[in-house]
T-cell receptor, first 112, second 110 residues
């Protein structure tokens, strides 16, 4: 079954600290993996996209990694800010079917 | 910031009412989508369209219907709303690479 699982389900950190969110997937065939940020009451906004051959991609304080062999991805947030409080969603595109498989997201709260 | 809009942003209605959720985009994208998302849960695709006069049902069964008469417009209609339809509805459009999401409509059916 094609699934995307994220952990932890929720996370609280202090402002300025780093954190890492995990995404494991069983989607096959794999096309690409994208991390979205979804603020409360808003639609998701794309942070990074990674294809099979890419291991690391950064977008400011966000760094995503991909291990296509173990089918794992992580999103590392450096020097967190209050505005980072949001849900972070891992989405895998299934190759050939043009289908997106969504994870349930990790809800991050950054406290002062 | 993506140019995709949804109205209304919030809607509270009684059971049995007919409602239409509006979605429009100004990016000229052929592909458009409707997702349903319950709090803290993943997005589920309920409808999609690959162009004018093209509509398909998504993975999650839904009693809603959609139409695509114009490229920029993809409205979703519930003929008779029920409390089970209470959810957030997200519209998206895409080019070849990226899906751009609207702000969503939060629907509460009493």
């Amino acid at each position: 079954k094609n699934q995307v699982e994220q952990s932890p389900q929720s996370l609280i950190i202090l402002e300025g600290k780093n954190c890492t969110l995990q995404c494991n997937y069983t989607v096959s065939p794999f096309s690409n993996l994208r991390w979205y940020k979804q603020d409360t009451g808003r639609g998701p906004v794309s942070l990074t996209i990674m294809t099979f051959s890419e291991n690391t991609k950064s977008n400011g304080r966000y760094t995503a990694t991909l291990d296509a062999d173990t089918k794992q991805s992580s999103l590392h947030i450096t020097a967190s800010q209050l505005s980072d409080s949001a849900s972070y969603i891992c989405v895998v595109r299934q190759g050939g079917y043009n289908k997106l498989i969504f994870g349930a997201g990790t809800r991050l709260a950054v406290h002062p | 910031e993506a140019d995709i809009y949804q109205t209304p942003r919030y809607l509270v209605i009684g059971t049995g009412k007919k409602i239409t959720l509006e979605c429009s985009q100004t990016m000229g994208h052929d592909k458009m989508y409707w997702y349903q998302q319950d709090p803290g849960m993943e997005l589920h695709l309920i409808h999609y369209s690959y162009g004018v006069n093209s509509t398909e049902k998504g993975d999650l069964s839904s009693e809603s219907t959609v139409s695509r008469i114009r490229t920029e417009h993809f409205p979703l209609t519930l003929e008779s709303a029920r409390p089970s339809h209470t959810s957030q509805y997200l519209c998206a459009s895409s080019n070849q690479e990226t899906q751009y999401f609207g702000p969503g409509t939060r629907l509460l059916v009493l």
